[in-house]
């Protein structure tokens, strides 16, 4: 006999299949930009110490994103499907079964989704900027030339594949000074910050007997070597990171945005009144739930009224992107609606 599965199963059952979509999508993205970065543009930019225009000649524009665009468009109406999908029978006056189906062309749903991947996308560009910036900045002012800031950027291009590998792209600023710094303690050849740099968790260990070698002889590491280290292997390591903490993001809010707009469909063509309605916050129940939401498990509110942390914040869902960072960043909570078809009979 087959099991059925509970609500939590179901929703972690969506989250596992649109998360990996989201997440390629954000990496298709970045491989877009780099695969058509002109490195000798960037290099000239340089060379006239134009930091500016080199940021230009990436072409993070948000037509680039497209991929992560349609991925959270796929997300929301997978959500909204499944959500009337597993609605109890709602049935008319007349006793007959109330077909139900989630518009996803809705006006409110369509304009949810363009001001939403808008905000996003325009967010992760203008971070990247701020974080290719300061990069650009601290290399030249390093002494670095040019071509080795470029392609610590851009990444280097793999002769056998023709593919671009490694760089800061599609890091966040706070990422990329992680980038920075680290290499930084692999060039100082001082034992304290190369022992600092062996407790980086997105280090590659594979080198960590290169690093304790130094350690123990005072002898540097390479540049070559440390390049291949940073801007290479730590630096992809930290694009998966990001890749997939925009993935469980965005899905988590596109699956609960797209809870609240269908039923927010039903009621407007209604099929249920909004006073019956309830909403109940659910946390994933492990030691990794978040101390705010901990506290949150089982705060049942109506269906208009915003959930609240114990620290303040309102959030209208788990994932809430109108919600404060620390509310939301890989969020594994998840919200029930319940709805009281005897709450308007007197």
Known sequence: MLKRLSAREK????????????????????????????IVRIIERLERNDIAGA?????????????????IAQAFEGGGVSTVTNLPTVRE?????????????????EAWLRDHSAGLITDIIA???????NFLTDGLEAGRGPRAVALDIAGRLNRATGVREGGIIGLTSTQTKYVATARGELLSNDPEQLRHYLTRNRRDKRFDATVRKAISTGK???VATVDRMTTQQYANRLLLLRGETISRTETMGAFNASQM???????????IAESAIQRVWHTAGDGRVRDTHQGMNGQTVGFRT????????????PGDPRAPASEI?????????NIDFLADID
Do not use: H, T, W
């Open 11 to 38: 929703f972690e059952q969506l989250i596992a299949d649109y998360e990996p979509l989201l997440r390629n999508a954000f990496l298709e993205s970045i491989r877009d930009i780099k695969s058509n970065i002109q």
């Open 55 to 71: 940021i230009e000649a990436l072409y993070l524009d948000p037509a680039a994103f497209r991929p992560l665009d349609r991925a």
């Open 93 to 109: 006056p007349s006793g007959a079964k109330l077909i139900v189906r989630f518009d996803v062309r809705n006006y409110r749903a």
């Open 127 to 133: 971070d990247q900027r701020v974080g290719l910036r």
């Open 220 to 222: 540097a590491i390479p």
């Open 261 to 271: 707009e269908a039923y927010q469909q039903l009621i407007d063509s209604g099929a």
């Open 306 to 317: 915003p959930f609240q942390s114990p620290n303040g914040p309102l959030l209208q869902y």
């Open 329 to 337: 960043i890989n969020c594994r909570c998840r919200m029930s609606i």
